[in-house]
């Protein structure tokens, strides 16, 4: 069965300081993987999406970037946090093909910058 | 560009239904329905691929009108578990891309 994980759960960093969330997808190969963030009480946000390997779409320009270094591995960035960035970020992956079907997100990871 | 979803919230008292509204202002492929509990993940309650097609989740059911660029989620004898924000989400193609959600209408069930 697809499993997926992201990490950390829970940071708290300071303005200014580098971050770097993970998620892994296990089960599953070629899948599409996305980022989305969720400020306090807000909507869903779409960051990044990815269709393979270093194929990765930006949806909204700001200091965050992302990187697919292997099929089921994706990684979001920032080299300077903003206290614009706190929210909650979930990692998320759709099977890929024709007539698309359910997104199975991760646990989240929960960001506050001070 | 995101989907329109209406109401922003809705409160109800259990046994009560309810009918939440999600549209585009461009094509849709498909609709998808999610419920998030407060701080949890969303978890995914349906997928609508055809033009006036129905589907149902237990007394939650959904219809899709491909042409007016409409989806609407009915929740029938609410339940107290059915509280939650409730979010509509939209692709830009048919394999994934730019997968966007509504902004959400929060829904309370009191007792």
């Known amino acids: 069965s697809q499993t997926i994980h992201q990490w950390p759960a829970t940071l708290v960093q300071p303005v200014g300081s580098p971050l770097s969330l993970e998620c892994t997808v296990e089960g599953t190969s070629n899948p599409n993987l996305y980022w989305y963030r969720q400020a306090a009480g807000r909507g869903l946000q779409l960051l990044f999406y990815?269709?393979?390997?270093?194929?990765i779409s930006s949806e909204v320009p700001q200091n965050l970037s992302a990187s697919r270094p292997q099929d089921r591995q994706f990684i979001l960035s920032s080299k300077k946090l903003l206290l614009s960035d706190s929210g909650f970020y979930l990692c998320?992956?759709?099977?890929?093909?024709?007539?698309?079907?359910?997104?199975?997100f991760g646990e989240g990871s929960r960001l506050t910058v001070l | 560009q995101q989907p329109v979803q209406s109401p922003q919230a809705v409160i109800l008292r259990e046994g009560e239904d309810a009918v939440i509204n999600c549209s585009s202002s461009?094509?849709?492929?498909?609709v998808h329905w999610y419920r998030q509990k407060h701080g949890e993940a969303p978890v995914f309650l349906m997928i609508l691929l055809k033009g006036g097609e129905q589907k149902g989740h237990e007394k939650i059911s959904a219809s899709f009108n491909e042409k007016k660029q409409q989806s609407s989620l009915y929740l029938t004898a609410s339940q107290l578990s059915y509280s939650g924000t409730y979010f509509c989400g939209t692709e830009k193609g048919n394999y994934g891309q730019n997968f966007v959600f509504g902004p959400g209408t929060r829904l309370s069930v009191l007792p």
């Open positions: 990815s269709i393979g390997i270093d194929q």
């Open positions: 461009k094509a849709l492929y498909s």
């Open positions: 998320a992956w759709m099977g890929t093909g024709p007539m698309t079907g359910e997104l199975f």
